[in-house]
Nanobody, 115 residues
Framework: QVQLVESGGGLVQAGGSLRLSCAAS????????MAWHRQAPGKPRELVAR???????TYADSVKGRFTISRDNAKNTVYLQMNSLKPEDTAVYYC?????????WGQGTQVTVSS
């Protein structure tokens, strides 16, 4: 069982920045993939960014060049640095951890970008 606790969400104006944190209850090296997803009202949950234990990172096209996923193995924490935020980035952001074959989810943190 893995617990994930997100923090760092909030209200920000368009063009601003936020950094989300996801603290895991287990060592990151035991997790195959850490990822951030988001879900806006009335829309399906979508992948925003992910990082593998081998150091490979991928991003949704909509956030490339603006968001950066990183990990601090010493703190068992994954971050999502979000710059140049847009109103369409407004959503609940969820942290996820894949330990094959199971996916674990955090409770989510709200990000609201005002225009």
């Amino acid at each position: 069982q893995v617990q994930l606790v997100e923090s760092g969400g909030g209200l920000v104006q368009a063009g601003g920045s936020l950094r989300l944190s996801c603290a895991a209850s287990t060592r990151l090296f035991s997790i195959n993939t850490m990822a951030w997803h988001r879900q806006a009202p009335g829309k399906p949950r979508e992948l925003v960014a992910r990082t593998t234990s081998g150091g490979i990172t991928t991003y949704a096209d909509s956030v490339k060049g603006r968001f950066t996923i990183s990990r601090d193995n010493a703190k068992n924490t994954v971050y999502l640095q979000m710059n140049s935020l847009k109103p369409e980035d407004t959503a609940v952001y969820y942290c996820a951890a894949l330990i094959v074959p199971k996916n674990y989810w955090g409770q989510g943190t709200q990000v609201t970008v005002s225009s």
